[in-house]
């Protein structure tokens, strides 16, 4: 049993080491195979042109200066395609005391930002995956609240902040730790119990922590983030450090009173905080219209300008950050996560016989 346990921890720790490689460094291939001088593997290496197919124009087929900038040339023009603007129209946004004008129409971004979000949010749903994993086999201690689904959020989130914006979540906080500059391998080590974990294995799934690079966790605490992010903002404004503080909880942590206290001290003291409401459509297994009287989340608090947000389109959540930013007034940020959920159920249908004929034999025998 050991034995098979270890062997499940090994698994997983290659995996998120697998994994961990689009942040830590370019996929490296090796050039060994190829013929070729070591200046030429040294040219290679310069140019990042590991892995890339080549010509070998060289005696005997090897590959010859020549043929490493033919290679270069190429890899020049696909990155530039790559750059090439792309415009995606925007629907119009559903907005809360905003200023109708200045919500943006569309979006331009490229191919190789569009790949870089798609690449970093396939990372962090992996690793959700593989949290998963462990759970389901009983190797993580206490509680595990996932993030698969609502990726984009924090892509796009991340993708408009800086390190110098403080942000503060709920218990949902594993790929904020991962954004906000830890290693997915020492994520997956606090779920284990592990020294490399950010608490040193002794937090768990809800309590990961980077206070070097502004993240203030990882609450258990159902809304007890947002006071604190209140908190965090005032920091921003009495340091004049032109942070802001992103502070999110969920659509069932959106009745608590904590959020409205918040809210109005936000607001009176014209703090740089803007509160993001993930709405998953449940907390805890009821459904928002259960929960809320109001589910336009979006426009609680009615002095505090706020924005709908459709987060399957990640792009959505960046120019509706950029705005925010931009134009520095206190915004509310509703954030809508579509999930879906489908269920594969496979039903065997057995038919006993009848006695009398299990009896008899069956018709024909
Ligand atoms: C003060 C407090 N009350 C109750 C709980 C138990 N609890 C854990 S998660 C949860 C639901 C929260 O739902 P939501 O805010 O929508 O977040 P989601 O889990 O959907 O991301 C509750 C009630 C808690 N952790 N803290
Ligand atoms: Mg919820």
């Given amino acids: 049993m050991v034995g098979a346990t270890q062997g499940i921890m090994v698994a997983i720790r290659g995996a ?3 994994m961990l490689r689009w942040r830590t460094r370019p996929r490296a291939m090796s050039t060994v195979a190829l013929k070729a001088s070591p200046t030429i593997h040294r040219l290679i290496r310069d140019h990042q042109l590991e892995g890339m197919a080549m010509a070998a124009t060289g005696p005997k087929g090897t590959v010859i200066r020549e043929d490493v900038e033919a290679a270069l040339a190429m890899k020049q023009e696909a990155d530039a395609a790559d750059l090439t603007p792309i ?16 919500m943006p129409t569309h979006a331009v971004t490229n191919k190789k930002e569009l790949v870089g979000y798609f690449t970093q949010m396939y990372a962090l749903r992996r690793m959700e995956i593989a949290a998963d994993v462990l759970y389901k086999s009983k190797l993580v201690k206490g509680f595990c609240h996932l993030y698969d689904g609502q990726e984009a959020i924090n892509i796009g989130i991340e993708a408009a902040a800086s390190r110098k914006d403080s942000v503060v979540t709920s218990y949902r906080d594993h790929t904020w730790q991962v954004t906000r500059g830890e290693p997915m391998k020492n994520v997956l080590g606090e779920l284990l119990g592990r020294y490399c974990g950010p608490a040193k294995g002794k937090g768990g799934s809800m309590h990961m922590y980077k206070r070097e690079n502004n993240f203030f966790g990882g609450n258990g605490i159902v809304g007890a983030q947002v006071p604190v992010g209140a908190g965090l903002a005032f920091a921003h404004k009495y340091k004049g450090d032109g942070g802001v503080c992103f502070t999110l909880y969920g659509d069932g942590a959106a009745n608590q009173g904590q959020i409205f206290e918040a809210a109005n001290m936000a607001a009176l003291q014209k703090l740089p905080l ?7 459509q449940y907390g805890m297994g009821t459904a928002k219209g259960r929960g809320s009287a109001d589910t336009r989340y ?3 608090g009615q002095y505090m300008p706020g924005i709908k947000v459709r987060v399957r389109v990640r792009v959505r959540v960046r120019v509706r950050v950029r705005v925010r930013v931009r134009v520095r007034v206190r915004v509310r940020v509703r954030v809508r996560v ?13 038919v006993a016989r009848p006695v009398h004929a299990r009896h008899q034999g069956a018709p024909g025998a």
């Fill in 16 to 18: 998120a080491a697998h």
């Fill in 87 to 102: 415009t995606i129209e925007l629907n119009p946004m559903t907005t809360h005391l905003f200023e109708q004008s200045l």
């Fill in 274 to 280: 803007i509160f993001v409401c993930e709405n998953n």
């Fill in 298 to 300: 979006y426009a609680r």
């Fill in 338 to 350: 579509r999930v879906r959920v489908r269920v594969r159920v496979r039903v065997r249908v057995r």
